[in-house]
C-alpha cells in the first residue's frame, strides 16, 4: 500500500456505558469510512486486523467520557504498509489493536507491544491458538504460576474458572508438576471436560453446587495448598478458611468484575497472620520479556497434544464484534474466543 491510495475502513465505536450497567448491543456502533492511507513517519506501520481475541479485560477499555471512541484488544495482524524495519511488509505480528479492519500504529507504546509471530509460529498450530494457549492468556498462567506459584509436587491447587483460557492451562501445568488439581466452573460439561478431558482431580459447578460445601468436600482432609483465583469474588473467604499454613492465594483474574460486580473483601484476612499465608497479585505486561521461553516449552506441547486447548473462531466482520462480545461477557462460551475478520 502506498502514500495517496485510499482504504476502506469498516470500525466499531463504543459509546459512554453508565455505573453500573453492563454492556449491551445498543452501545456499539459500526461505521465505514473512506479515508486516505497514512502516510508512515519513522517506527510507524499500518496493520490488516485478522483475527481478533475477545478478552474480560477489555471490558475496562470502554471509555468512561461521553464521547464514542474505539476499543483496544488483541488482534493477529498482517502487516500492510511499513516504516519500522522490524515489520517488513507481509509479517505476521500479535498486536494490541483497535476493533477496525486497518491499525495506524503511530503511538510508541503501542508499536512497542507488538510482537513479530513469523518465526515463532508452529505451522501444525492453528493460528488462532496464539491469541489463546500460546499468546498473553497462556502466557500468563505459565508464568504467573512459575513465578509467584512456587508448585510442589503432592499440594492441592484450586482454579476458579478452571474451563477459561487460563484456567485450563493453569490446571494441565499444575497436573504435569503432580499437583492435585481442583477447577469449578459454570456448566455440567464444563465440569465433565475438566475432568475426563484435562484430567482435574475434582471440579464442581459453582453455579448450582454450594461452594463452600463442594469445595471442601473435593479438598478433604489434604487441605489446600494454592487457591488461583481468576474471579475476585467471596469464594476467597473460602479458601482462606480451607488453606494449610504457608498456603498461597494467586490473584490473576477478576471475571467479576468484569461484569460490573464490587470486588469483595474477604473478612477472614487475619488467618493470612496466623496461617503465614501468601497472598499475591500478578500483571502479565510487566513480564512480556519470557514469552520466547514460553513458547519455547509450549509450543511442542500444544502441537503434540500434550497440552489441550479448547476455542471458538467465529468468522463475521468487524461491525458485529460488540455484539459478540456482549455475549462473550455472559460465559456463552468455553475457553478461548476469536473473531476472524479476514482470510489468513
Ligand atoms: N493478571 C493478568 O495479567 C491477566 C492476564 C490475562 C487474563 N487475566 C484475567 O484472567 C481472568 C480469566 O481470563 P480468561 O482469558 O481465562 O477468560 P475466558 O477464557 O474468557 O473465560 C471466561 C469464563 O469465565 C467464566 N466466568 C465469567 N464470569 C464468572 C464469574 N463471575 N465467576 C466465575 N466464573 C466466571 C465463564 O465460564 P463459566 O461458564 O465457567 O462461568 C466464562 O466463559 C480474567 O479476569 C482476565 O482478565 C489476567
Known amino acids: 500500500m502506498t502514500a495517496g491510495m485510499q482504504i476502506t475502513n469498516t470500525r466499531v465505536l463504543i459509546s459512554h456505558i453508565p455505573e453500573g450497567v453492563a454492556p449491551n448491543k445498543d452501545h456499539f456502533r459500526a461505521e465505514t469510512i473512506t479515508v486516505d492511507a497514512p502516510v508512515l513517519k519513522k517506527d510507524e506501520l499500518l496493520v490488516k486486523n485478522l483475527i481478533f481475541s475477545l478478552d474480560p479485560y477489555i471490558r475496562h477499555e470502554f471509555p468512561e467520557g461521553k464521547i464514542e471512541s474505539l476499543v483496544t484488544g488483541f488482534a493477529i495482524a498482517r502487516v500492510v504498509s511499513t516504516n519500522n524495519e522490524n515489520f517488513p511488509v507481509g509479517s505476521l505480528v500479535f498486536s494490541p489493536s483497535t476493533w477496525e479492519t486497518y491499525t495506524h500504529f503511530h503511538e510508541p507504546q503501542y ?9 515463532a509460529m508452529d505451522p501444525s498450530v492453528p493460528l488462532p491458538a496464539y491469541n489463546g494457549v500460546l499468546g498473553v492468556p497462556g502466557f500468563t498462567a505459565w508464568d504467573s504460576l512459575n513465578r509467584i506459584g512456587d508448585l510442589k509436587a503432592g ?35 464444563k465440569v465433565s471436560f475438566l475432568k475426563n ?38 469464594t476467597t473467604e473460602i479458601a482462606i478458611d480451607l488453606l494449610n499454613p504457608h498456603g498461597r492465594i494467586l490473584a490473576v483474574g477478576i471475571l467479576l468484575i468484569h461484569q460490573n460486580s464490587e470486588p469483595y473483601a474477604p473478612k477472614n484476612l487475619i488467618n493470612i497472620l496466623f496461617k503465614q499465608l501468601r497472598y499475591q497479585g500478578y500483571i502479565v505486561f510487566e513480564h512480556y520479556g519470557g514469552l520466547g521461553r514460553f513458547w519455547e516449552e509450549m509450543t511442542v506441547l500444544v502441537a503434540k497434544g500434550e497440552i489441550k486447548y479448547t476455542d471458538t473462531v467465529l468468522k463475521h466482520g468487524v461491525e458485529a464484534i460488540g455484539e459478540t462480545y456482549v455475549k462473550f461477557l455472559s460465559g456463552a462460551f468455553q475457553g478461548k474466543v476469536n473473531i476472524q475478520v479476514a482470510e489468513v
Not at 168 to 186: E, F, P, W
Open 111 to 119: 508499536i512497542a507491544d507488538i510482537t513479530m509471530l513469523d518465526g
Open 155 to 189: 499440594e492441592t491447587i484450586y482454579i476458579s474458572s478452571a474451563a477459561g483460557t487460563l484456567g485450563q492451562l493453569a490446571g494441565q501445568l499444575a497436573k504435569r508438576k503432580g499437583l492435585r488439581v481442583i477447577g469449578s466452573a459454570g456448566t455440567d460439561e
Open 197 to 234: 478431558e484435562l484430567g482435574f482431580d475434582g471440579a464442581f459447578n459453582y453455579k448450582t453446587q454450594d461452594r463452600r460445601t463442594a469445595l471442601t468436600e473435593l479438598v478433604g482432609e489434604a487441605g489446600l495448598d494454592i487457591y488461583y483465583d481468576l474471579v475476585g469474588d467471596d
